[in-house]
């Protein structure tokens, strides 16, 4: 979920009004207050130091292929989403906006794997085990 620092009842306006009407951006707090009584957060994670990467390349992929979509969309759309795609890279790069990745549960899971375990697939056993190596070491 991509989430803001602290808590807000209030939507960004002009994300709201131009790019998701009726949106808003919870906090993790928000997140977690929203589950009680309903999950239990297993774990989460900030995923978010990486994504201003990705929303660079869908701006990068967008304009690329604007030419298949200009006649349709118009000028006002292309410069509104290209401003939205790099104002939210920069707020990631600034750390305004994270991405967390919450896991919760119904309370019937008896093993939850470790972090690593959920990041590298099954393929990569000899990548965790060369980073369980040096842990120990």
Same mark, same amino acid.
């Given at each position: 979920?991509?989430?803001?620092?602290?808590?807000?009842?209030? *939507?960004? +306006?002009?994300?709201?009004?131009?790019?998701?009407?009726?949106?808003?951006? +919870?906090?993790?707090?928000?997140?977690?207050?929203?589950?009680?009584?309903?999950?239990?957060?297993?774990?989460?994670?900030?995923?978010?130091?990486?994504?201003?990467?990705?929303?660079?390349?869908?701006?990068?992929?967008?304009?690329?292929?604007?030419?298949?979509?200009?006649?349709?969309?118009?000028?006002?759309?292309?410069?509104?989403?290209? %401003?939205?795609?790099?104002?939210?890279?920069?707020?990631?790069?600034?750390?305004?906006?994270?991405?967390?990745? %919450?896991?919760?549960?119904?309370?019937?899971?008896?093993?939850? *794997?470790?972090?690593?375990?959920?990041?590298? +697939?099954?393929?990569?056993?000899?990548?965790?085990?060369?980073?369980?190596?040096?842990?120990?070491?």
């Amino acid at each position: 979920s991509i989430a803001v620092n602290s808590s807000s009842l209030y *939507p960004d +306006p002009w994300v709201a009004r131009y790019i998701f009407a009726n949106s808003m951006l +919870p906090s993790a707090a928000q997140v977690s207050k929203a589950s009680e009584k309903l999950f239990i957060l297993e774990d989460v994670q900030n995923l978010g130091g990486d994504y201003e990467k990705t929303l660079k390349a869908w701006e990068s992929n967008f304009r690329r292929s604007w030419h298949r979509f200009a006649s349709r969309y118009g000028e006002t759309f292309y410069r509104m989403w290209r %401003f939205y795609l790099l104002s939210c890279a920069g707020a990631f790069r600034a750390r305004s906006l994270q991405l967390f990745q %919450f896991v919760f549960s119904k309370g019937e899971m008896r093993y939850l *794997p470790s972090r690593i375990d959920w990041l590298l +697939p099954a393929e990569s056993a000899h990548v965790r085990s060369r980073l369980s190596t040096r842990v120990s070491a």
